[in-house]
Structure formats: structure tokens, C-alpha cells
């Protein structure tokens, strides 16, 4: 098809014919065309259908608000839904489609909503879908969701990929029109740090779009030259494809760059877009404003457009909706379009204004109004009463609106600031509390003059610069016009039946304003809710200030009183992906890896994710079909010889100064301070409310220096918790706090034969024997022939343990050299079930049990809290219900007559209805016992120490199993803990 | 006498420095920095002077001084934390607390953490897609702890726009480098375009 909507002139490199499809159709364009403006050069008007009613429609305007022209961009997984056409860059070999039609945009089945528009007004699924009511969800919502709607997802994974970034600035300039290239001018030649951003690729704004002169040359070219020097100075970052769109607190902003969206994907390592956060000294909204349509009858057919889009497309583009042209304005501004296609060789079929002021041309000035017009799937002909009362038919293909413009104010409400109504301009301007930092230039301030623009940029930077501190003078102006902007407001045409549409995007007519009134809905966010105005991708940039004047005018208020409803970033929709940057799929977060982590590869283990950890769970051997045949033979083996496990994970917090065992005496409920030098204790830390918090130990290194450990999961929150207390409530103590989590590969050693092993890689200057070194000892050692190290000896297993640590680049080495040394001892790596096997076994808490809901006397530890001193959290746990004798007792339990003992399970006494009120406690980790052979369990129950020997029901109410237990003793293994001393 | 020796190994689990190159910039771990951490006890403030004839000047607020055999930067109130070769001075934990005294604690963090060295032209793009780091006035001497792809970690400008020292948990190097790698090839391809 030939572009035979082309005119002379405009913006583009006719040179590049650049090819594209819509709709499986061929096309050519030219490079700076967008999507848009090349389908209107080829004739094509109709570029979508509605989404209620399936009404055709083409573009209405030439820019991000464009409600109508939303297409599905792209190939295969690609594929975005409700890009808009108006802004999509033409690419050589882009593909698009329409979407929301079937089977096709010209035969669009759904179409058949139109006819029974009088079913589907505001809230008809509300008031029509009532019964049965059980299917609104099945049947009805799913039904709605599928005919009305927009475009559909590919459903595959994004092959795109998204960076993200910061960048600093003393001046945000948003917005490169005339106020904003002037702002960005006069803060450069100042000698800030501007970022001067812009959505559009070709920065200009307006200028671009219009004929007029600054300083004498086109608009187009004075925005060239300026563009020129601000690219000098290295101080300014020049952001096109850049929407800003949200403004946030303390002058951050967020920003889209759409880095290779306007190219052919070539699957390199390009991103699509970056998402930019901007912090901003000062910032200057420049952005424009948005021309207002006007409601009348049919006003919605493919070929009417905004006055102002039709202009645009005719001077940058070069491009008309159609080669006859009528255009209905109710301020001089409209003019211009007449004026501007008329020099492009367009036929101006007439003006229609309803003012006695209109201003006449060398066409047809009828004073009057648009009531109808005509054209099913494109404008074929306008039907206008005149001021007289006669009627008269037009036949045009194109058809400019203007009812003035409204200045773009949602960036200054992002934090809940309210707009100001203007009485000279009909419009809302920028008013209330801006963002910090924010001021308001040119048309979006409601300075609607090419001159006025420009000195507003000026003056605008020089003030924000001066809050700064940074001195700036404004540039000369360049003499532009300066036309006095005066708006009426003439939001529709009374006359015709037909419907008269506010928001072309949700398909609301000036009826369902009407409607909404009268069905008590007047309150603007009521009114948004009810009918949908303003929602979706255009957010009402088109229709809001249309729909609360209807508002307005049915409830006898004013605008100003009727107020708008809440701007909320983001300005333009943006893609998901770019909001999740790098952090998808195995990237999603970043991980930790043990020091033991490529020898455990090695070996196969199969590895779980423990908070940002990947530990080892368990190391299958050749034969193991099932991960409990592994988790039992390695529990079994530490039972029996030895074993090893890489605990480096547990957070290790170095603790040093002169009050290091006053601050410990303070954040565990327990004693530290007579803990000798070369001595372990358990320490179990409540939260301030008398919660347990976290257990772990201290080991005493020096008299001023302890190592603390806590759990895994718990390393960041207890460290912070430890950081709080020494800055916050205990500045007077000296005491230092380092993590030294990474800095030490720490492996369990456990079992009878552990001692041996160790035996043979300590150097022998340390006497390790029971005598020298007993049950809680600790020490720096040496091992290997010198390699510096510390020995702790605990255990979590019940058995005889230890815990070494040397610095972590020898971790690696150190757990092939426990391999080898114990080979003759048959040694076994564990990995994390064999190790939560061990502990439920011996009765051992960990986070299951420390799940924040349970007390020290809950855990059997009441007497643990020491009386002797105060610690945090010491008062509150002997709080009545956190205290009592008969309350929740950590317990043991095993399985009777069953093979599993779920954790989780609730707990009733044998025979009770298993309800909220009869709930007894809980199962909080469970396992089989290799040991024992079968399952046991750990668990919280009501009375627990008095009750031991009695078979209570292990429950799962949600899925109706239940299974009988015995509570016993939570050590299963060694309750005398011999084996520790050994 | 034990049989048995330990050998050490990057935090890549390798026995070489791991190291990447992507047109002209090039990310390389650093295993032979040794590293400490220096709090001045209550009432010890004066130890910056100390630190500062260790070091070779003074490091204030948000500082990083390079100097031979130590090198220090600012990592809190009263807090260093001091670099030096790790072949000659593994025990520079030690070695320092010998020379302060009881007036500072000292804490070994030669393995928590893992140093890196980026080089390259125009670094600039990069760091600014992984640190929120005012560039433009981030200049050599300066230290700054900050957040790069969700991971804690420290900047150090040796040669603003050419020269980095990064630093971050050992056990996250992977996931560190992979992110700073990933940066590097995506800026490269959106400088080649």
C-alpha cells in the first residue's frame, strides 16, 4: 500500500523506507515515523476497537494519552499487549496487531455489544450478574473478563532483559518543550548538573508539532540548536524515550528509559528498558498539557482527533487522517489547524466555532457546533448546527477537536498535593504541596503561550537553582509567540441522541455520568469507581476533568468544589520487567555459598536454600533411591563414629571491649559474666516483650573478647538487635560488634570417634584430651602444622562434638582433610536433615520452635532466665499467661501405630472434637528416628511436663487426617547428655 | 606432628584470583588483601591518630587512604577497616592490636570479606547501574558502603571513572560478580550499538 496520506514536508528521513505489518498487512513508513502516523499515512484510521463496547476507533491523539490506537506489539514471547501506537517508534520489520476484535478489526463480532449498549451501561455487571451468586465467579467475572478487555499476554517467559540504575542531579528537568530545554539551557549556562528527560525520541515537546517562529527560525530548529549546547556541557544528561513517572518522596524520582524498544530485536545483551531512579536536588515539571476533546454525539469514530494531534501529525509527520478536513474548536487555538493543513495542501472543508469572537481564515467559518456524525468504521461525514439553527452536512474524512488544553499536573500530586482550578483557562493547574523540590514551568503550570513557556523554563531554573545556592541568570528569550490564552469551557454538546463519549479508553458517555448521579454515586471517586472513568493505561489524562464537569453541572457545584480524583504514579504504564530489573528466575535474590559448597558438589549433594544459603540437605551414595535412606545412614553414622557438617552458616558476631560480658548479661536472659576465659555457654535471648528471640552460644576468647552465634536464620535480625542495644540503650558500655560470619568455615564434628579425628589434625602442642579440653571448652589452636584455627566443644547432636573454625580460604581444604583423616573411622559428611535429625532426637530448639510466639517456660526454660540480674526481655516473660505452670511445655512425641507424625499437626486430647477450642497445642518439627526407628517429633502442648505417657491425636484439620502419639521426654537420645562429657 | 596441610582457595573455590574482561573493563578478585576491623574503645578516639600513623595520613568520614605496607578506609564512628598484603601480613589483626593496645578492638576479616578490582575506561555507566553512588562527586579517596544487587557491600575510588576497589561478603561472591559481570556485558553492548 502506498502512503498516500503523505504530505510535504516534516520530521522524517524519507530516505529509509522502513516496512512493517499490522494485522498480517504490509506497510512502509519512514524512520522517525511512529506507528501511528505511518498507519495514518497509509490510510489507515481504524486502529482499534473499544473496550465495552467493540466501537471502532482510530487515534485521537499523537501522543502517551492516546486511548484508543493500544496494539500488541512484536513477535512470539515479545509480544506486549496496549502499546500505544502513538508513541511506538517504527522499526524496520515491526509487526503489530490488533487486539480486543474477533475474527477480525473490521468484522469484529463483539461489535453486537454496541446494539445493546442500553444493557451495558455503568455498573450493569453489578446490577445484571446478581444470580445465582455463586456464579459470579465461576461463570460470569470469567465471560466479562474475556469480552471486554485489552490485549492478551504471550503467557511465555520475558526473553527481554532490564537493568536498573541511580542517577544524581542538582536540576530534573521533565519535559523538553520549550519551558523545559529553556530551564535546562539556563541551568546549564550555570554550571548545575541538569538531566534534562524526556518520553518522546525527539526532544522539542510542541515544537516539533507547530509552526511557529522563535527568534527566527521553526521551533524545530531553535529546539535543535538548543539541544546542540546543552550536548556540550558534560554537566547535562540528555534522556530521551524517558518517561518520568512517579515522584516520590525527598525528591526521588522513577524514570523509564526505553533503551531498544524502537529497535529490531536482535537478541544481544542489550536491555530493553532501565529503570532509573533519580534523586534530585530540584526539579522542574515542564510537561505540556493535554488537549481536551469535546463530548457530542458519535464523537468517537476513527478520523476525529484532537486539533492539536491533527496538526502534529501534518508538521512533524507530515501526515493527515484524511485529505478533507473539518475542524470544531471553541478557542483560537484550533485555528492553527486550519491554518497549518491548509498549507500543507489539505482542503479545509470549515471551522466550526462556537464563539461569536472566532477568528476568520481564507475557509469557512461556521459559527456553531458538531451534533453528529457519520462512518461506520472511519469519519465519513460531520452533521453541524449552526448558531442560526440551520443543519448542515460535511463530508470529510478527518475532523480536529479542541476544547482548549488542560496543563499535565499528575506529577505534582504524586504526594497527594490537589490541583487549583483556573477560572481564566477553565483548567486545573498545579497547586497545594508539590513533591519537595518541585517547581511548575511553561503549559503544565497553565502558561499555554509559546513565549510564556519560555520564560517560565527561565525563570523557573534560575529560582530553583537559587535555592541551591547556585547563581543563574536567564538567556535572552528568543521573541516567540505570545498569543493571550483565554479557555471557556464547552464540555458537550447538548444536542443529539446518540452517545457522547468522555472516556473513549472505558467507553463512558456523558449518560453514565448522568447515570452514576442519579444513582448516587456524585462524589468523584465514587464516580471513577462506578463507571470506570479515568481508569486503565490513559489513567484520564483524556477524560477526567470531562467527566467531573458533567459531575459538576448535574449536582450544581463548581469544578473547583467537585475537586479530581487521586493522581497515582505511574504516569504511563510500565512493564513489569522493568520494575524486576535483574532479579527474576535464579537471580531473583542473590545466594551464599558455604565453603564447603564446590567440594559438596562434588560429592552430589543435593542442596536447599537456607534465607539466602545454599547448604548442603544431604549427600546420597550410589544405591540411594530416596532421600531417607541417605538423611537415615548419615544420622546413624554420627551416632555410631562421626560425622561432619559445614555449620558456617550460624551467625557469628565478634563482641570486644572493656563491658563485652556486661552487654552479653544483658542481651541473653541468662549469666555471662562469671563465664571463665576458654569457656562456652548457651545463651537464650528474648525479645523485649519476653518472646524467645534467638539461642546460640558465647564463647569467652579473652576477658574483654567473646564470639556469640546465633542462628542461621536469625544472624541478620539478632546482630541488628545486638547493634540497637549497644547504640540505643547501652551507649555508656564499651563494647565493639563486628560479624564475622564469612570470615570463619566452621564444621561440625560429631560423634564417639570425634575427638580422634580431630586428634590427627590439631597440632600437638594442644592437648585436646577430655581432661584438657571438656564438654564446653574453648580455644585458638592451631592445626595442620599451623594454620590458625578455633575449637568450641558443644554439640547440637547429643553426642561427643566439637565445632572448628579456620579462616574461611582454607575451608575447603580443611573438609577434605576431615575426609581423609577419618577415613579410618568411616567419617561421614551431613548435610541439613541429618542435622535436624540429630536435634529433634537430643530435643535441641531451633527456628521451628523458636517461631515467636513462645516464651522461656514454654521452651523449659523458665529457670534459665536469670533473677540474679536484669536482661532484656527478663520481666515480661514471667508475665502470667507467658509463665504459668500449666501452660504450653515444649515435649517429645512418637508415633504410635503410624509411619508419619506430620509437623504442623495439631494437638487434641484422645477423643476431643477437633476444634479451635479444644486445641491443646501444636507439632513444630518432626522426623523418622533412625535411631528409635520410627517418627518422632518435638511439639508445644498445654501441662506438657505432667502429662508424659499420655496418647493424644496428632491432627491436620484442613485435610482430616489424624494419627495417635505418646507425649514423652524431648530427649530421646542420652537425657543424662553423657555422651557429651565423654 | 599432623600429616596434614591446608591449602587456600578464592572465594571461587579456585586456586587462582577469579578474573573477567569484557571490552577494556575488568573485574579481578583480590585473595592476596588481607583485611581488618578497628573500633576505638570508649573514650579512645585519639586512636585515629594512631591509625593515621599507621596508614600514612588521617582517613576521615567516608575516606579511604591507600598507603604501604596499610591502607585504610572509613567504615563507621571511630571504625577502620585496614588492607595490607595478605602474603606478609596474614595475622594483621595481630599486628595491629600489638600496636593499639587495649585502646581498639581488632577483628580479623581477611576471608569475610572479598575484595575486588575494577578497571576500565568510563566506569562511570557501570557503577551507576549497580550503586546508588553520587559519581560525579565520588572522587579518589573516597569510601562508600551501599547496596549492589541486594548485597552489602563497600565501594573504594581509587581513580574516579577508571579505578574501583569492590567489597563484599565472601560467601556472596558468586552472586557478586555474576551481577557486576552481567552489568558490564550489558553496558558494553549498549556502547558497541
Known sequence: MTQSNRLNGGQIDRAQLLRFTFDGQSYSGHAGDTLASALLSNGVRLMGRSFKYHRPRGPISAGSEEPNALMMIGDGARVEPNTRATVAELYDGLTAKSQNAWPSLKLDALGINDVFSNFLTAGFYYKTFMWPRAFWEKFYEPAIRKAAGLGRLSMQEDPDCYDKGFLHCDL??????????????????????VILADEDFRMGGRLNAETHELGGQSGADWATATLAELASFDTVRLMTRTTVFGAYDHGVFGAVERVSDHLRPTGDTRPRQTLWRIYARRSLLC??????????????????????????????????????????????????????????????????????????GDWRVIRGQVVDTKGRLGLKSVTVRGHDGRQEVLQVEGLGVSGGWNPNVSLTCHQRGRPEWREDIAAFVPGGTLPVGMAVAGAAAGDLSTHGALRGGAEGAVASLEAL??????????????????????????????????????????????????????????????????????????????????????????????????????????????????????????????????????????????????????????????????????????????????????????????????????IYANGFAKLAVGKTRYGLMLREDGIAMDDGTAARLAEDHFVVTTTTANAGPVYRHMEFVRQCLRPDLDVQLISTTDSWAQYAVAGPNARKLLQKIVDPEFDISNEAFPFMGCAEITVCGGTRARLFRISFSGELAYEIAVPTRYGESLIEVLMAAGEEFDVTPYGTEALGVLRIEKGHAAGNELNGQTSAAHLGMARMVSTKKDSIGAVLTRREELSREDGLRLMGFEAIDSDTLPAGSHLFAEGAAHRPETDQGWLTSACYSPHLGKPIALGYIKQGGERIGEVVTAANPVEGTSVKARIVSPHFIDPEGARLRD | MTEYR??????????????????????????????????????EAEIAGTMAELCGGPCGVGQYKEGAPFSTFWSGPDQWFVLADHAAHETLAAELQARLGDRASVTEQNDGWVVFDLTGNALTPMLERLCNIDLARFEAGQAQRCVIEHISSFVLCRDPGLSYRLMCGRSFARSFAHAVETIMASVAAQAAA
Open chain 2, 6 to 43: 591446608l591449602f587456600p582457595r578464592t572465594a571461587f573455590g579456585a586456586e587462582s584470583a577469579h578474573s573477567v574482561s569484557i571490552a577494556g573493563v575488568t573485574l579481578t578478585e583480590r585473595p592476596d588483601v588481607a583485611l581488618a576491623s578497628v573500633a576505638a574503645r570508649t573514650g
Open chain 1, 172 to 193: 530534573l528537568v521533565i519535559g523538553a518543550g520549550p519551558s523545559g530545554l529553556m530551564a535546562a539551557l539556563t541551568a546549564a549556562r550555570a554550571g548545575a548538573r
Open chain 1, 287 to 360: 510537561a505540556g498539557a493535554t488537549e481536551r476533546m469535546v463530548g457530542f454525539a458519535n464523537n468517537d469514530r476513527p478520523g476525529i482527533l484532537q486539533a492539536g494531534a491533527l496538526r502534529a501529525y501534518a508538521n512533524r509527520w507530515a501526515v493527515t487522517a484524511g485529505l478533507r478536513v473539518t475542524v470544531f474548536t471553541n478557542n483560537d487555538d484550533g485555528h492553527r489547524t486550519a491554518r497549518d493543513l491548509a498549507a500543507k495542501g489539505v482542503e479545509i472543508v470549515a471551522v466550526i466555532d462556537p464563539r461569536a469572537e472566532a477568528p476568520q
Open chain 1, 469 to 666: 545556592g547556585i547563581s543563574a541568570k536567564a538567556p535572552e528569550l528568543p521573541e516567540a509567540e505570545d498569543a493571550p490564552v483565554q479557555q471557556t469551557p464547552l464540555w458537550y454538546v447538548g444536542e443529539g441522541k446518540a452517545r457522547k463519549w468522555i472516556d473513549f479508553q472505558n467507553d463512558v458517555t456523558v449518560k453514565d455520568v448522568k447515570l452514576a448521579h442519579q444513582e448516587g454515586f456524585v462524589s468523584v471517586e465514587h464516580l471513577k469507581r462506578y463507571t470506570t472513568l479515568g481508569m486503565a493505561t490513559d489513567q484520564g489524562k483524556n477524560s477526567n476533568l470531562g467527566g467531573l464537569a458533567v459531575m459538576a453541572e448535574l449536582t450544581g457545584q463548581t469544578i473547583a468544589q467537585t475537586g479530581t480524583t487521586m493522581f497515582r504514579p505511574p504516569y504511563t504504564p510500565v512493564a513489569m520487567g522493568a520494575l524486576a530489573g535483574r532479579s527474576v528466575g535464579k537471580d531473583f535474590k542473590p545466594t551464599r555459598l558455604t565453603p564447603s559448597h564446590h567440594w559438596a558438589e562434588k560429592q552430589g549433594a543435593v542442596f536447599v536454600e537456607v534465607g539466602q544459603w545454599m547448604r548442603a540437605q544431604w549427600f546420597p551414595q550410589l544405591g540411594e533411591t530416596h532421600w531417607r535412606q541417605s538423611v537415615d545412614r548419615e544420622a546413624l553414622a554420627v551416632r555410631k563414629s562421626v560425622g561432619v557438617c559445614d555449620v558456617t552458616t550460624l551467625g557469628k558476631v565478634d563482641v570486644q571491649g572493656r563491658d563485652a560480658a556486661e552487654f552479653l548479661n544483658l
